[in-house]
C-alpha cells in the first residue's frame, strides 16, 4: 500500500516561497509519475503541478514561472518549489499520481497572507 506524506507548509507573506516534500512509501508503481494537487476552501481540488519523466513537466497556468516541481529518487520524494507566492495560492496541498491513482495523504496547509 503506498503512503504519501506531505509537509513544508505554513504562512508566508506574498511574495514569499516555500518548498513542499511528500515523503513516498510503499509499492509505488514509478515515482516518476506524480503530481502536486491543491484545493482552497469551498473549491475543488485541481491540479497544480505534474512530473511524467524527468523532461516532461506540466503546470496550471496559474502557477507557471513560479512553482517547479522535482523528484529526488533517492529519498523517494516530490517536491514542490513555489515562489512569488500570492494569496490566492492559499489552500491545503496535496501529492498524488496525475491519475489520484492512490490514497490521499492530509495534506499541508500553505496559507499566503500579510
Known amino acids: 500500500q503506498v503512503q504519501l506524506v506531505e509537509s513544508g507548509g505554513g504562512l508566508v507573506q506574498p511574495g514569499g516561497s516555500l518548498r513542499l516534500s511528500c515523503a513516498i512509501s510503499?509499492?509505488?508503481?514509478?515515482?516518476?509519475?506524480m503530481a502536486w494537487f491543491r484545493q482552497a476552501p469551498g473549491k475543488q481540488r485541481e491540479l497544480v503541478a505534474s512530473v511524467r519523466s524527468r523532461d516532461s513537466t506540466y503546470y496550471a497556468d496559474s502557477v507557471k514561472g513560479r512553482f517547479t516541481i522535482s523528484i529526488d529518487n533517492t529519498k523517494s520524494t516530490v517536491y514542490l518549489q513555489m515562489n512569488s507566492l500570492k494569496p490566492e495560492d492559499t489552500a491545503v496541498y496535496y501529492c498524488n499520481a496525475p491519475s489520484r491513482a492512490y490514497s490521499w495523504g492530509q495534506g499541508t496547509q500553505v496559507t499566503v497572507s500579510s
Open positions: 510503499g509499492n509505488i508503481f514509478s515515482i516518476n509519475n
